[in-house]
């Protein structure tokens, strides 16, 4: 790295964030390049509030994008939903209304279904298995699904974590305790699916609904990892967390095919580099943070309980989940999932 690259910290990072208009909240060059207008600009749209660490690292990437490009390539980011929420940016980024989103891995599956294979209940046992699968053969399948539906898609995934459930109501230590929970899960067939073979009672919401959903009780209960419970303050809604490690989610950084196609290869190049090197560094940001969370949630309130993830094995396999996604997928693309995993189901 650069003396110049190593002006672009966390530190630096989080002093601009707090410094912008709260109106516009726009992260993208620094103020010493805005002079010149820039000749390409993507906008990039998420769904995370800015303390998360993908947005901490998109405005480092950002900035080095412009550094690098000498100012002739602006990323601007919109974190926290104000673009719209998933399926608003999904489709944004689809028509060019914006030229990269950040798009879940059961998200986007309604356009790639391929991409849900990730999600699939108690797939992974820890962080190395996930990286292994993502970076490799069955990762570039699921990149390449999208490339036919439009999207190109930066190589290296950024992580969300393993999702917990979280609730109001009571603690989930075993498949039983779901029966009739009433529980948000992303706007995708996988998460209904997983939830329907627990048993619970599953309802589709935008992330942008759900803080409200669940203060309202439309919802009792809700599932995301641990950094999202955190910077979301769903603590604030939620009692109790059950580490269940059910499932694993990361972000495919999908742009507009026709928005990248139009970049001069020196900007891809720079973009490509900028985006997947701060990927690497946001998937260790996420582990780090990850080994401090349960104390910091726990000091707000949450209880926390482990859950007995063969209950939840045994209950999928009697409901026919495993049986009914290797069927969806094929046994092409099961197979590449189970050579990084071992058997699943």
Same mark, same amino acid.
């Given at each position: 790295m650069n003396q110049s690259r190593k002006t672009y910290t966390r530190r630096g990072a989080l002093r601009t964030l707090a410094g912008l208009p709260l109106a516009a909240s726009m992260i993208g060059l620094p103020r010493f390049v805005r002079a010149a207008a820039p000749e390409y600009e993507f906008k990039f749209g998420n769904n995370l509030p800015t303390s998360h660490p993908l947005n901490i690292r998109a405005l480092e990437a950002a900035a080095r994008v412009a550094e690098e490009s000498k100012g002739r390539m602006a990323v601007k980011v919109f974190p926290n939903n104000q673009l719209g929420g998933d399926t608003d940016m999904l489709a944004q980024v689809r028509s060019g209304g914006i030229e990269m989103f950040n798009a879940g891995t059961m998200v986007i599956a309604t356009l790639a279904p391929i991409s849900a294979i990730t999600a699939i209940g108690f797939a992974f046992a820890d962080d190395a298995e996930v990286w292994k699968t993502v970076d490799g053969d069955l990762g570039n399948g699921i990149r390449a699904a999208f490339a036919k539906v439009g999207l190109h898609t930066l190589e290296k995934m950024w992580d969300n974590g393993f999702r917990?459930?979280?609730? $109001?109501?009571?603690?989930?230590?075993?498949?039983a305790d779901l029966e009739g929970m009433k529980i948000r899960v992303p706007v995708s067939p996988m998460g209904i699916s997983? /939830? @329907?073979?627990? $048993?619970? !009672?599953?309802?589709?919401?935008? /992330? $942008?609904?759900?803080?409200? !959903?669940?203060?309202? @009780?439309?919802?009792?209960?809700? #599932?995301?990892?641990?950094?999202?419970? #955190?910077?979301? @303050?769903?603590?604030e809604v939620q009692k109790y967390c059950s580490l269940t490690n059910h499932s694993w989610d990361g972000y495919h950084l999908v742009i507009n095919g026709r928005a990248w196609r139009a970049l001069p290869d020196d900007l891809k190049t720079i973009y490509t580099r900028a985006f997947n090197e701060a990927g690497l560094q946001q998937r260790a940001d996420l582990a780090r943070l990850n080994t401090t969370l349960q104390d910091k949630l726990s000091a707000s309130g949450m209880q926390f309980n482990a859950a007995d993830a063969q209950s939840f094995r045994e209950q999928l396999r009697k409901a026919g989940f495993y049986a009914e996604w290797k069927q969806k997928f094929g046994d092409e693309a099961w197979g590449l999932l189970e050579s990084s995993v071992g058997k699943v189901s």
């Open positions: 917990q459930i979280t609730t $109001s109501t009571r603690p989930v230590a075993t498949a997983l /939830f @329907k073979a627990l $048993s619970a !009672a599953p309802t589709s919401l935008q /992330f $942008s609904e759900v803080y409200s !959903a669940l203060q309202t @009780k439309v919802v009792d209960a809700q #599932e995301n990892p641990l950094a999202i419970v #955190e910077t979301a @303050k769903l603590y």
